[in-house]
């Protein structure tokens, strides 16, 4: 069995003044992205939006191929 990555995207929620939440996407990161990596972009995000990070959701694409 071989595992094959395909792409890895986050979703970043964030809370916006008025209470609501805002989840802002972004797709295309680095394989090798680690997840303290993936948590300094959020907090960049946080800190350039001036809303604060509640969660940060990471999806990995991957193919799985089995031996015939």
């Not at 990555?5 to 809370?15: A, F, L, M, R």
């Not at 609501?20 to 946080?46: C, H, W």
């Amino acid at each position: 069995m071989t595992v094959e990555w395909k792409k890895t995207s986050i979703s970043v929620v964030q809370e916006m003044a008025n209470g609501d939440e805002r989840k802002r996407s972004f797709n295309g990161l680095n394989e090798q992205a680690t997840d303290d990596q993936i948590s300094q972009f959020a907090e960049v995000i946080g800190n350039l939006t001036g809303e604060p990070v509640m969660q940060v959701v990471v999806s990995r694409a991957e193919t799985i191929k089995t031996e015939a």
